[in-house]
Structures are given as structure tokens and as C-alpha cells.
């Protein structure tokens, strides 16, 4: 809804009240539309002005309301009216003006922005445009290039930026609805004519198809198949080239597309599963809500190797006291040097003085004695990390959560370490980790929930997107990586090429196809674990066993090639080759061409044609099957948990909502058809049977995503 009430005599001051972001919902459509009206009528009231309450202006359209038939006032003549109104009207923007909120300010004459206020247009990252006029409003103020900036985006801009571009007239530090009011009073009376923006000229640069094609193959390149970026250039393209109702017309000719869209769709699950993950559950039924956890005032990191220094530069950021150990001394001074340099480059591009003093560096693992909190990010060997967790247990004042950054070993193990396995839980950070997003918290079979909620406090704190799961092998990202790996080798064996398969996978929308990945994070990483579980043998690389490990369908591809020392960029050969070792630029290899043909030659394999539906299917399909197991094992406690994980980790494209969301999409019952069909066709690869939990919910009509918790609560009330 929105208040009204008059305020200095002559001000009319309409706030909107929709806690807890002001978002237009259709109550407050109307609300606006009563106030304004009745503000315009009132003879006493000389000026208005639009504010909302709590601090924060308008979180813009209510994204809830997509999903049902939207009634109330639309918000496009809404605008209009009050840009048509003969009182000028002011927005007073506090705390944030997003979507239709910078687009209801937008309409209206003057805006003024507190400080710390943050505005922008962000509908581009839920699969829309800014379709209350956005589109065309906003060129038309700051410009093309700027406009083109904001809209293909979504970037929120501070108040300092939004006053240079011109999309604010005034920022203050001061109370921002006191200073409206202020303002108002000033203009009131004065003529309006020039502070209409529709009725503006959009400035036309002179080289307006260059630009325009220019931004259009940028924006394509990166958008990786998502339509809603392209559809915002097109928009900004219409105010460029034609009148103000027109473009209008336009605006919403591309919204109507967009609007109804699978993406749309996905983008927006996206934002509600990336806050949804915050009310972590466990399956012993300790919850976020009931959970408290533990202020951390100093944090300390073992091991300063790639994934310690990450780590220590994010817990640095902020603004804890942090600890550093690395008990090899050269190591020692080089991470120090690294952490500097990592902090001093985070600082400036954020425009703030690094947090060099927040930490210090020891050889020695009793310098972690008084930390609340303790990472260990030492290297993936169990004995070693046994090893730090009794040194830790013994070293530590009592109640020191003990985090483990392991991206597959058993944190019960490591817990059994402990005098206190309540308080150990993994924090699985990912490469970078002062970059990377996502943060998979494992809680084990002892962890305390309040060690899970420290954990994930912390990680929200780092600006982290913390995600709450079980303890298994490889928790929820890996263990699904695995059969996605193993299909990519089988899609070798069977006629495919790595390029073929990345190819098949980048249009999809990955940000890189398997095989560069691999390439990239190096090939031995995964060799490694495959010699640790024995089955990366050298003398089982030929002859009849070579191709069944351990009972199952095994490729060794990846071995022979570690064999031969090609691991990766690192390397400058892989899957593909490189100009030299550690360049980036992936190019097709004719030897390894020629050693595809030999080895299946050598294995009795006749090459078939493989198409890109049965890369993807093969590819996606094992990796979702592993996402049912997960949630029928209670790992993750909903399909959002594995999306965001997936999203946010694994570069799974946004646009298609994760691997769980895309499953809902394509069908349940495709998805169940085509693993049937596969593990028929493979009966020696056990991941392609299709999980019990995916033939339940087809069995119960395949329900939407968002009803799949009750089918798992039922299937585990009945375990
Ligand atoms: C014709 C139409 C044209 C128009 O151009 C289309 C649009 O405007 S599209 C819209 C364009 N606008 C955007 O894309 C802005 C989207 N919003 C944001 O970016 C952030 O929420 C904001 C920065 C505002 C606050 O951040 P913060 O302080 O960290 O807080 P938080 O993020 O944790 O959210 C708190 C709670 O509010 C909920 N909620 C939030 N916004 C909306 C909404 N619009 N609606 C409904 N709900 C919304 C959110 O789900 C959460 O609920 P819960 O149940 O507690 O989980």
C-alpha cells in the first residue's frame, strides 16, 4: 500500500509500505495511483514527493506476482500520470531504486539519492526488461552507451555514480525525505516542461548502427543463449530510432516475449533459490531459525597453497583478524608476498585501503591457539589432514570451530579426530576463493548446529553464497561432476571428439565445455583421485580389464594421457594444445586425434556418429540422476540447494535455472524415458539406472519443482 499525508503545508508525501522492500505489488499500484490523485486534487498541496519506508525506496514489480494473472493498475500509465502531473513530483531514494522503482522514479521530475543508496535496473538478470518504461526513459537521460551500460547489466550503480551519469539530480547524507520535502518546496510552481523525460530527444550518436552492432555482438558473445540481454538492445535500440510512444510499443512487444519465456522462468527461480538457501535445514531438524551462531573475531587459515591464500584474502576482507600458517618456510614468504599483492589488487578495484594490517603470517601452528574459527586448507591427502586436526584439537582454546576445505574427504573422519567432533564441519571453497561465489558448508553426523550456523554466517559474511549439505564423497558438486566426467571419456571411446562434446555443451551455455575445463584446472588433479581409489592403474591400460574397473564400465583415457605428461593448459597439452605451457587459448590437437583412433582401434571400438542431443542428454542427464540420489539421501535438503550450488560453483548457465530446475523443464518423465533408454543401452554404467526419488515423482505426476520437499519428506517418513 502507500500513505498519504501532507507534511511542511504544502508537500504531499506518498510513502510506499510494502515491507521488505517496497516492491510494487498490485496493493501498492494502487496505492500510488489513490495518493497521487488525491495529492493532484488537493488544492493546499503545491508539490510531491515519493518516498518508502524503512530506508529503502522500491525493490521494483513484485517478482511473486509473475507467476499468478497480475491484476491492479498497471504500471506503465501509472508512470505516466505522474510525469503528466501539473505539481512537480520528487523521489526521495533511500536504501535501493531497482527495476520499476528507478522506473517509477524515473517518471517522476526531480530524484534525490541518499548517500548510500544504490539504483539500477536489474531485470535483465531475471529475464526481462525495464518495461515501465525504462527502456526508453533512461537513454533518453543519460544517453545510449550509458543507458546500454546499465540495462544489458544490471549492474546497481552508488549514488556518486548515479549523480555523474545523470540519472539523479541531488545526493545528500542528510535525512533524503527531509531533503526532498526541502527541494519540493523550492520547486514548487516552476515549470515542468523540461523535466518531462519522455517528451526528451533521445541524443542519436552519429555512428548509431556501429555502436548498436557493436554492443549487440558483445552482449550475444556473453550472454551465452540467454535472450533477455538481447531483447534489452533491441529496446534501448527502438528509443534510439523512433518517437517516444513507439518505442513504448516496442518495449512492450519485447517484454511480452521475454515475460512468458522458460527463461524468464529459470532466472527468476534463481533469485528466490539463492535467498531460499539461506534457511538451511538439517535432517536432524535443527534449522537456521532455531540455530545461533557464534561471533568469529579472529579466523585462522592452515596451508597457504592456492586455496589458503584465497581463503585468508576473503577472511581479510572482512575485516576479521586473521591468522595465516604455513610451516614450510619458502612457501611461507611467497603467499605472503601473494596475499599482499591479493589484497592490495581487491582494495583498488573496490576503491578501499587494503586490509594488510588484519593479518598476520606464522610458521608455526601454534599461532592459531585463540582463534574462534580455524580453516585448514592444507593439500587433499586424509593422513595429512588427520594429522592438523589432533594438532588442532590439542592447540586450540576450548569452543574453536574446526573447518576442514576439503572438496571430497569425510569430514566424520576428520571430526573423529577431535576431543570435540561437534564443533568440525567443511567449508568446500572453490578456486579462487576470494572470487569464487560458492561455498558448500558440510555438516557431518556430530557437527553442531551451531557450528553449521557459524559456518554459514561466516560465509555470508565473505559474500559468499553459502549452501548447507550432508557428508558424502565428493558432497553435492562433485559427487554430481563424477558420472558428468565419466560420460564425457565414454562419448570419447564411443566416436566423439573433445571438441565435439564442448561444443555441444557451450551452446548450451556452460561458460566452457568438459574438456577445457579439465584442461584448465589440470588433468591431474583427477588422476590423482582415481590412483587413490586404484583405479588408475598403468598396467591395466590395455588388455581385458582396462575398460571394466572395480565391476563397472571404466575409461582410462585420462590416465594414458596423464601418462604421457599432458596435463592440461599447465602443460600447454591436454585434450587440446596449447602454444606454449600455461597459455590459454585451446587448439584442436591432430595427435590427439590420431591417439583416439588408436586406442579404440586398439580396444575393439568401432567409432559411431554422436550428435549434440546425445552429448547433452548422456552429459546432463547422469549428472540430475545424481541430483535425485543426492536428495533422496537427504545430502541436500531441496532441489534449490543443488541448483544454486551448480549455478553459482559449476557455471551451470543461469538462464536455465540448474540442473534440477532444467530437469522440471524438460519433463520428468523425458528425463526418466531417456535414462532408461541409456542404461539399457549401457547396462555397465550403473548411474544411468534412474533414481528411485525421479520415478517416484513421475509416478506422482511430476509435480512442480517447488512441491518436490513433500514427495522426499514422504519418502523418507517411509525409509
Ligand atoms: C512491468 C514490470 C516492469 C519492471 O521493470 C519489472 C521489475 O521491476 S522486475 C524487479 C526488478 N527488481 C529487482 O530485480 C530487485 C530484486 N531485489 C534485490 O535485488 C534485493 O532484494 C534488494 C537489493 C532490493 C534488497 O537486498 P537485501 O536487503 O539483501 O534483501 P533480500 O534480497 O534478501 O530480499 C529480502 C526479501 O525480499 C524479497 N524481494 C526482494 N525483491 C523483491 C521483489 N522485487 N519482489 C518480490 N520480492 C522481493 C526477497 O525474495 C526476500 O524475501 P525472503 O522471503 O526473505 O527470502
Given at each position: 500500500?502507500?500513505?498519504?499525508?501532507?507534511?511542511?503545508?504544502?508537500?504531499?508525501?506518498?510513502?510506499?509500505?510494502?515491507?521488505?522492500?517496497?516492491?510494487?505489488?498490485?496493493?501498492?499500484?494502487?496505492?500510488?495511483?489513490?495518493?497521487?490523485?488525491?495529492?493532484?486534487?488537493?488544492?493546499?498541496?503545491?508539490?510531491?514527493?515519493?518516498?518508502?519506508?524503512?530506508?529503502i525506496?522500491?525493490?521494483?514489480?513484485?517478482?511473486?506476482?509473475?507467476?499468478?494473472?497480475?491484476?491492479?493498475?498497471?504500471?506503465?500509465?501509472?508512470?505516466?500520470?505522474?510525469?503528466?502531473?501539473?505539481?512537480?513530483?520528487?523521489?526521495?531514494?533511500?536504501?535501493?531504486?531497482?527495476?520499476?522503482?528507478?522506473?517509477?522514479?524515473?517518471?517522476?521530475?526531480?530524484?534525490?539519492?541518499h548517500?548510500?543508496?544504490?539504483?539500477?535496473?536489474?531485470?535483465?538478470?531475471?529475464?526481462?526488461?525495464?518495461?515501465?518504461?525504462?527502456?526508453?526513459?533512461?537513454?533518453?537521460l543519460?544517453?545510449?552507451?550509458?543507458?546500454?551500460?546499465?540495462?544489458?547489466?544490471?549492474?546497481?550503480?552508488?549514488?556518486?555514480?548515479?549523480?555523474?551519469l545523470?540519472?539523479?539530480?541531488?545526493?545528500?547524507?542528510?535525512?533524503?525525505?527531509?531533503?526532498?520535502?526541502?527541494?519540493?518546496?523550492?520547486?514548487?510552481?516552476?515549470?515542468?516542461?523540461?523535466?518531462?523525460?519522455?517528451?526528451?530527444?533521445?541524443?542519436?550518436?552519429?555512428?548509431?548502427?556501429?555502436?548498436?552492432?557493436?554492443?549487440?555482438?558483445?552482449?550475444r558473445?556473453?550472454?551465452?543463449?540467454?535472450?533477455?540481454?538481447?531483447?534489452?538492445?533491441?529496446?534501448?535500440?527502438?528509443?534510439?530510432?523512433?518517437?517516444?510512444t513507439?518505442?513504448?510499443?516496442?518495449?512492450?512487444?519485447?517484454?511480452?516475449?521475454?515475460?512468458?519465456?522458460?527463461?524468464?522462468?529459470?532466472?527468476q527461480?534463481?533469485?528466490?533459490?539463492q535467498?531460499?538457501?539461506?534457511?538451511?535445514?538439517?535432517?536432524?531438524?535443527?534449522?537456521?531459525?532455531?540455530?545461533?551462531?557464534?561471533?568469529?573475531?579472529?579466523?585462522?587459515?592452515?596451508?597457504?597453497?592456492?586455496?589458503?591464500?584465497?581463503?585468508?584474502?576473503?577472511?581479510a576482507?572482512?575485516?576479521?583478524?586473521?591468522?595465516?600458517?604455513?610451516?614450510?618456510?619458502?612457501?611461507?614468504?611467497?603467499?605472503?608476498?601473494?596475499?599482499?599483492?591479493?589484497?592490495?589488487?581487491?582494495?583498488?578495484?573496490?576503491?578501499?585501503?587494503?586490509?594488510?594490517?588484519?593479518?598476520?603470517?606464522?610458521?608455526?601452528?601454534?599461532?592459531?591457539?585463540?582463534?574462534?574459527?580455524?580453516?585448514?586448507?592444507?593439500?587433499e591427502?586424509?593422513?595429512?589432514?588427520?594429522?592438523?586436526f589432533?594438532?588442532?584439537?590439542?592447540v586450540?582454546?576450548?569452543?574453536?570451530?574446526?573447518?576442514?576445505?576439503?572438496?571430497?574427504?569425510?569430514?566424520?573422519?576428520?571430526?573423529?579426530?577431535?576431543?570435540?567432533?561437534?564443533?568440525?564441519?567443511?567449508?568446500?571453497?572453490?578456486?579462487?576463493?576470494?572470487?569464487?561465489?560458492?561455498?558448500?558448508?558440510?555438516?557431518?553426523?556430530?557437527?553442531?548446529?551451531?557450528?553449521?550456523?557459524?559456518a554459514?554466517?561466516?560465509?555470508?559474511?565473505?559474500?559468499?553464497?553459502?549452501?548447507?549439505?550432508?557428508?558424502?564423497?565428493?558432497?553435492?558438486?562433485?559427487?554430481?561432476?563424477?558420472?558428468?566426467?565419466?560420460?564425457?571419456?565414454?562419448?570419447?571411446e564411443?566416436?566423439?571428439?573433445?571438441?565435439?562434446?564442448?561444443?555441444?555443451?557451450?551452446?548450451?551455455?556452460?561458460?566452457?565445455?568438459?574438456?577445457?575445463?579439465?584442461?584448465?584446472?589440470?588433468?591431474?588433479?583427477?588422476?590423482?583421485?582415481?590412483?587413490?581409489?586404484?583405479?588408475?592403474?598403468?598396467?591395466?591400460?590395455?588388455g581385458?580389464?582396462?575398460?571394466?574397473?572395480?565391476?563397472?564400465?571404466?575409461?582410462?583415457?585420462?590416465?594414458?594421457?596423464c601418462?604421457?605428461?599432458?596435463?592440461?593448459?599447465?602443460t600447454?597439452?591436454?585434450?587440446?594444445?596449447?602454444?606454449?605451457?600455461?597459455?590459454?587459448?585451446?587448439?584442436?590437437?591432430?595427435?590427439?586425434?590420431?591417439?583416439?583412433?588408436?586406442?579404440?582401434?586398439?580396444?575393439?571400438?568401432?567409432?559411431?556418429?554422436?550428435?549434440?542431443?546425445?552429448?547433452?542428454?548422456?552429459?546432463?542427464?547422469?549428472?540430475?540422476?545424481?541430483?535425485?540420489?543426492?536428495?533422496?539421501?537427504?545430502?541436500?535438503?531441496?532441489?534449490?540447494?543443488?541448483?544454486?550450488?551448480?549455478?553459482?560453483?559449476?557455471?551451470w548457465?543461469?538462464?536455465?535455472?540448474?540442473?534440477?530446475?532444467?530437469?522440471?523443464?524438460?519433463?520428468?518423465?523425458?528425463?526418466?524415458?531417456?535414462?532408461?533408454?541409456?542404461?539399457?543401452?549401457?547396462?555397465?554404467?550403473?548411474?544411468?539406472?534412474?533414481?528411485?526419488?525421479?520415478?517416484?515423482?513421475?509416478?506422482?505426476?511430476?509435480?512442480?519443482?517447488?512441491?518436490?520437499?513433500?514427495?522426499?519428506?514422504?519418502?523418507?517418513?517411509?525409509?
Open positions: 500500500m502507500a500513505q498519504y499525508s501532507c507534511v511542511s503545508g504544502s508537500v504531499g508525501l506518498i510513502t510506499l509500505k510494502n515491507p521488505p522492500v517496497n516492491a510494487l505489488s498490485a496493493a501498492v499500484r494502487h496505492g500510488i495511483v489513490d495518493t497521487v490523485k488525491r495529492a493532484l486534487s488537493e488544492p493546499k498541496v503545491k508539490s510531491v514527493v515519493i518516498c518508502g519506508q524503512n530506508g525506496f522500491c525493490g521494483g514489480a513484485d517478482i511473486r506476482e509473475f507467476a499468478s494473472d497480475m491484476s491492479g493498475p498497471p504500471l506503465v500509465p501509472m508512470i505516466h500520470a505522474i510525469e503528466a502531473a501539473n505539481k512537480p513530483v520528487v523521489a526521495a531514494i533511500e536504501g535501493s531504486a531497482l527495476g520499476g522503482g528507478l522506473e517509477l522514479a524515473l517518471g517522476c521530475h526531480y530524484r534525490i539519492a548517500s548510500k543508496a544504490k539504483l539500477g535496473l536489474p531485470e535483465v538478470t531475471l529475464g526481462l526488461l525495464p518495461a515501465a518504461g525504462g527502456t526508453q526513459r533512461l537513454p533518453r543519460i544517453g545510449v552507451p550509458a543507458a546500454l551500460n546499465l540495462i544489458t547489466t544490471g549492474r546497481h550503480v552508488t549514488a556518486a555514480e548515479a549523480l555523474q545523470g540519472v539523479v539530480d541531488q545526493v545528500t547524507d542528510q535525512n533524503t525525505v527531509d531533503a526532498a520535502v526541502k527541494f519540493a518546496l523550492s520547486v514548487a510552481g516552476q515549470s515542468l516542461d523540461a523535466r518531462r523525460i519522455s517528451t526528451y530527444p533521445c541524443p542519436r550518436p552519429s555512428d548509431l548502427d556501429a555502436l548498436f552492432d557493436g554492443v549487440m555482438q558483445k552482449v558473445q556473453s550472454a551465452r543463449g540467454a535472450i533477455a540481454p538481447v531483447a534489452c538492445v533491441q529496446a534501448v535500440r527502438a528509443a534510439a530510432t523512433l518517437p517516444y513507439q518505442g513504448m510499443e516496442r518495449e512492450k512487444e519485447l517484454m511480452a516475449t521475454l515475460f512468458t519465456s522458460g527463461q524468464a522462468r529459470a532466472l527461480y534463481c533469485f528466490f533459490a535467498r531460499a538457501v539461506g534457511r538451511w535445514s538439517m535432517p536432524s531438524g535443527a534449522r537456521w531459525d532455531t540455530s545461533k551462531p557464534r561471533p568469529v573475531h579472529k579466523a585462522a587459515v592452515i596451508g597457504l597453497g592456492t586455496m589458503g591464500r584465497g581463503i585468508a584474502v576473503a577472511l576482507q572482512t575485516g576479521l583478524s586473521v591468522v595465516a600458517v604455513e610451516t614450510q618456510e619458502k612457501q611461507l614468504m611467497e603467499a605472503k608476498q601473494a596475499v599482499s599483492g591479493m589484497l592490495e589488487r581487491g582494495a583498488k578495484r573496490r576503491g578501499v585501503a587494503p586490509a594488510l594490517d588484519g593479518i598476520s603470517y606464522s610458521g608455526n601452528i601454534q599461532a592459531v591457539a585463540d582463534a574462534d574459527l580455524v580453516i585448514e586448507a592444507v593439500f591427502d586424509m593422513t595429512l589432514k588427520e594429522k592438523i589432533q594438532q588442532l584439537s590439542a586450540c582454546k576450548p569452543g574453536t570451530f574446526l573447518c576442514t576445505n576439503t572438496s571430497a574427504l569425510d569430514v566424520d573422519h576428520l571430526a573423529s579426530q577431535t576431543r570435540n567432533p561437534e564443533l568440525v564441519v567443511g567449508m568446500h571453497f572453490f578456486a579462487p576463493a576470494h572470487v569464487m561465489k560458492l561455498l558448500e558448508v558440510v555438516y557431518g553426523t556430530r557437527s553442531s548446529p551451531q557450528a553449521v550456523a557459524t554459514m554466517q561466516l560465509g555470508k559474511k565473505m559474500g559468499k553464497v553459502s549452501v548447507a549439505v550432508g557428508n558424502c564423497r565428493g558432497f553435492v558438486g562433485n559427487r554430481m561432476l563424477k558420472p558428468y566426467l565419466e560420460q564425457a571419456f565414454f562419448l570419447l564411443e566416436g566423439a571428439t573433445p571438441e565435439l562434446v564442448d561444443r555441444a555443451l557451450e551452446e548450451f551455455g556452460f561458460a566452457m565445455g568438459v574438456f577445457r575445463v579439465s584442461d584448465l584446472s589440470g588433468l591431474d588433479v583427477g588422476w590423482k583421485v582415481r590412483k587413490g581409489d586404484g583405479l588408475a592403474e598403468p598396467e591395466m591400460a590395455t581385458q580389464s582396462a575398460r571394466i574397473r572395480q565391476g563397472r564400465r571404466y575409461s582410462p583415457l585420462g590416465d594414458l594421457l601418462e604421457q605428461g599432458r596435463y592440461g593448459q599447465k600447454g597439452q591436454g585434450w587440446y594444445q596449447y602454444d606454449k605451457p600455461g597459455g590459454r587459448v585451446a587448439r584442436s590437437d591432430p595427435w590427439l586425434h590420431s591417439f583416439l583412433e588408436e586406442y579404440r582401434a586398439r580396444h575393439g571400438l568401432v567409432a559411431r556418429r554422436i550428435d549434440q542431443q546425445e552429448v547433452l542428454e548422456r552429459c546432463l542427464y547422469v549428472l540430475i540422476n545424481e541430483g535425485f540420489h543426492i536428495l533422496e539421501d537427504g545430502i541436500a535438503a531441496g532441489p534449490e540447494d543443488i541448483d544454486v550450488i551448480y549455478v553459482f560453483g559449476y557455471g548457465p543461469r538462464h536455465r535455472g540448474g540442473p534440477m530446475f532444467y530437469a522440471s523443464m524438460v519433463g520428468l518423465a523425458k528425463v526418466l524415458e531417456r535414462l532408461e533408454h541409456y542404461h539399457q543401452a549401457h547396462p555397465d554404467v550403473p548411474y544411468m539406472q534412474p533414481c528411485n526419488l525421479l520415478r517416484r515423482l513421475v509416478a506422482s505426476g511430476s509435480p512442480p519443482i517447488q512441491r518436490w520437499r513433500e514427495v522426499i519428506k514422504k519418502l523418507h517418513s517411509q525409509l
